[in-house]
């Protein structure tokens, strides 16, 4: 029985922020115990840069972003493990991880692929000890079911959770968890440890400004004046400030805004001349970016295809061009937006060039609710007609999604993508994906 069931009202607003402690790291030791402790850095884009260290690899200097054959004496030095990207791994890991932390909060606010704020108001009223405890058993779980080792922070604001889940990541006597009560000096405590540039909604530009004021911590912005912090930052820094007094301004966003663009794009993993393989690329990209302009449950009215050299060899002529194609109706069919981006890849591409990278984009949405009907259409179908159509479609690409979904990306994708496609980016020290291809399961010896 709740709170709000046996008093008549709402709990407290208590906020949770569940945190993957290295995320893209820690997803490649899960399935490779032996790296456990050691430096390791993921790359990139064609294995370039540096994007994700292990704490190892942080506490060795390797910088972030930076490009590997930079730091290669470093690597060989500490003997440093290199792994290409694998987001086919660290997407299932994050849904994995995201649908334990489900169980044990009634709503849930995902904030990116390694993220999520918790609705902990059912348990708001329960003593300090026991919020620890059930924060501490939410962390353990998805640890023991995952092997991905995470941080919470709980607090009454979604600001302070996040700045008590800094805490707990790096104040190891935590244990991981770092629960505030409502006591102002527990808060202040934790405010004073944490610089301005630090706090969640304060970005680097706000952050210079507050210094120059001689605002330095968290802990000076929420005692500032707050005229004066409404001037400067406008209502989105006062409502922080707000937050950082433990007064609950930002709801909990259980359905995330959709995009107004969705776009895919790779640089290749060699430079490109050929048409055909630029076409495999627009056909294997539009059908990944149809197939998250469905899962947003939306309708695409237009189309662009962007195609481009590398700036960065100032010795070879340069091409830089784009096509924008209005479609006949609004679609999510990949199908339908295969033939608009084979027109605006023709439109763009150019013979002599040594091309670098490509990208598909889809905008100007509708929601997938709302058909508008053909009344110029080769065909002349009847509305009754048109609807079919429509409803073969649409079952049509649920269950090439299904497929996917199940068997792993690309399963089934257009014969246009090509079979080789040895433009691909470079994933030469990619892993296995142990959790979404048969083929690559982790063996047991």
């Not at 790359?43 to 994007?51: E, K, T």
């Not at 911590?217 to 004046?225: E, F, V």
């Not at 257009?414 to 030469?428: F, T």
Request: with cysteine; proline share 6%; glycine share 6%.
């Amino acid at each position: 029985m709740t709170a709000e069931m046996t008093t008549g009202t709402r709990p407290p607003p208590l906020f949770g922020l569940a945190d993957c402690n290295n995320f893209y790291a820690s997803c490649e030791t899960v399935f490779r115990p032996d790296w456990h402790g050691r430096p390791l850095v993921v790359l990139g884009n064609n294995d370039g840069n540096i994007i994700a260290r292990s704490s190892a690899a942080k506490a060795l200097g390797v910088p972030m972003g930076a490009a590997l054959h930079q730091v290669r004496d470093l690597i060989r030095q500490h003997d440093i493990i290199i792994c290409s990207a694998n987001f086919a791994l660290y997407g299932d890991m994050s849904q994995r991880v995201m649908s334990i932390l489900e169980h044990y909060a009634p709503h849930l606010d995902v904030y990116s692929i390694d993220e999520a704020f918790l609705d902990l108001a059912p348990v708001a009223t329960l003593p300090l000890p026991q919020r620890r405890a059930f924060a501490a058993e939410v962390r353990e779980t998805v640890g023991r079911w995952t092997g991905i080792p995470l941080s919470v922070g709980v607090a009454p604001t979604k600001t302070l959770a996040k700045a008590a889940a800094e805490c707990a990541k790096h104040d190891a006597t935590l244990g991981g968890v770092c629960v505030l009560g409502s006591a102002a000096s527990e808060r202040e405590a934790l405010l004073r440890e944490l610089p301005v540039g630090d706090v969640w909604g304060i970005g680097p530009r706000r952050a210079k400004l507050l210094v120059g004021f001689g605002i330095t911590t968290a802990a000076d912005l929420a005692q500032a004046d707050a005229h004066w912090v409404r001037r400067h930052l406008t209502v989105t820094g006062a409502r922080t400030q707000l937050e950082l007094r433990g007064v609950s301004c930002l709801p909990l966003d259980e359905a995330p805004e959709k995009r107004k663009q969705l776009c895919v794009s790779r640089s290749f993993g060699r430079p490109v001349t050929e048409r055909s393989e630029l076409h495999e690329a627009a056909a294997l990209f539009t059908a990944h970016v149809a197939e998250r302009c469905r899962a947003q449950r939306t309708l695409a009215t237009h189309l662009t295809v962007f195609l481009t050299t590398n700036p960065f060899r100032a010795t070879e002529p340069q091409h830089s061009a784009s096509a924008t194609i209005p479609l006949p109706r609004a679609t999510a069919d990949t199908r339908e937006l295969l033939e608009a981006a084979s027109v605006a890849l023709g439109r763009i591409y150019r013979p002599g060039y040594r091309y670098h990278k490509l990208g598909v984009i889809l905008g100007e949405f509708m929601p997938d609710a709302v058909r508008q009907g053909e009344l110029f259409s080769e065909e002349q179908l009847t509305p009754g007609a048109q609807h079919r159509e429509r409803e073969r479609s649409e079952a049509l690409m649920r269950t090439l999604d299904a497929i996917n979904a199940k068997f792993g990306r690309d399963m089934i994708r257009p014969l246009s993508a090509g079979i080789a496609q040895p433009w691909r980016m470079k994933q030469a020290q990619r892993s296995p994906r142990y959790t979404t291809q048969w083929s690559e399961l982790a063996e047991a010896w």
